[in-house]
C-alpha cells in the first residue's frame, strides 16, 4: 500500500525549471504542501500559482543553495511557514561537458556547490527535525553519470558520484529513525540543462530523451514507498539510451 503523501510539507531545490518543476507540481497532485525554491523569482512565482490552483500552499523562496546563508534563511522562512519539512528533493544542478583539460577551476567549483555542496547544506537542516519525529524522506536527483563515469563529464560525473556516496553514507546512518533516502540516477532528459555548455537547445536527440514528468514520477515513487520499504536506488532510463 502506497504512503500518502496528503498535508506532508515537501522542499524541493531547483524548482523553477526541468525536473524541479515537474518533480513540485507532481508531489503538490499528490497532496503535498510544496517549498520552491531556486534564483529566479520570477519563474518560482508562476509556479507556486500553479501550485495553489492544486488547492495546495505553496513557498516560493529565490535563493542560491550553494550558499550557507541562503540555506539557512530559506529553511527560517519554510519553519516561519509551516514548521517542518517531511520532504527534501535535493535537486539543484549543474553542469558542464568537455575533456578535463579544457575545464577550469571555476566549472569545477560551480559544479560541485551547485551539485554536492547545496545537497549538504539542505540535508543538514532538514534532518534533524526529520528524527526527532522520525519520519521523512530526502530524495537526491542524481544521474547515472553518478553510477558510471562518463567521458566528458569527468567533473560532472564526480559531483554526482559524490552525491550517490553521500546518500549512501546517510541511508545508513537515517535506518534507525525511520528517515528515508532515496538516490534517483535518471539517463538524459529533455531539460534547459547544460545548454551552451555541452548540450545544444533542439538537438534531435533530445526528443529521445526522457520528460522532467518522467522522472517527477520517480520522485514520487520514492516517496510514497509502504512504510516497511525504501527505495534507496532508482534507475530510469530513455528506452533508446544506450547502455
Not at 513557498?59 to 540555506?71: C, G, H, I, K, W
Not at 579544457?102 to 534533524?128: G, I, K, Q
Request: net charge neutral.
Amino acid at each position: 500500500m502506497r504512503t500518502s503523501i496528503r498535508d506532508k510539507v515537501a522542499l524541493v531545490t531547483g524548482a523553477s525549471r526541468g525536473i524541479g518543476r515537474a518533480s513540485a507540481l507532481a508531489l503538490a497532485q499528490e497532496g503535498a504542501h510544496v517549498i520552491v525554491a531556486a534564483r529566479t523569482a520570477g519563474e518560482l512565482e508562476t509556479l507556486a500559482g500553479e501550485i495553489r490552483a492544486l488547492g495546495r500552499e505553496a513557498l516560493p523562496v529565490a535563493r542560491d543553495v550553494s550558499l550557507t546563508s541562503d540555506v539557512d534563511a530559506l529553511f527560517e522562512q519554510a519553519n516561519a511557514r509551516f514548521g517542518r519539512v517531511d520532504i527534501l528533493i535535493n535537486n539543484a544542478g549543474a553542469g558542464k561537458y568537455g575533456p578535463v583539460d579544457m575545464l577550469t577551476p571555476e566549472d569545477y567549483d560551480w559544479m560541485m556547490d551547485t551539485n554536492m555542496r547545496s545537497s549538504f547544506l539542505c540535508t543538514r537542516l532538514a534532518l534533524p527535525g526529520m528524527k526527532e519525529r522520525r519520519e521523512g524522506n530526502i530524495v537526491f536527483v542524481g544521474s547515472v553519470s553518478g553510477l558510471k563515469g562518463t567521458p566528458n563529464q569527468a567533473v560532472y560525473s564526480a559531483t554526482k558520484h559524490a552525491q550517490h556516496g553521500f546518500a549512501s553514507a546517510l541511508d545508513a546512518e537515517c535506518r534507525e529513525y525511520n528517515v528515508k533516502i532515496s538516490y534517483l540516477a535518471p539517463g538524459g532528459t529533455s531539460t534547459h540543462f547544460a545548454f551552451g555548455m555541452g548540450r545544444t537547445e533542439g538537438d534531435p536527440k533530445l526528443e529521445q530523451y526522457l520528460d522532467p514528468e518522467d522522472v517527477a514520477e520517480a520522485v514520487v515513487f520514492a516517496v510514497t514507498q509502504p512504510p516497511k520499504a525504501r527505495a534507496f536506488l532508482i534507475g530510469i532510463r530513455p528506452m533508446r539510451e544506450a547502455l
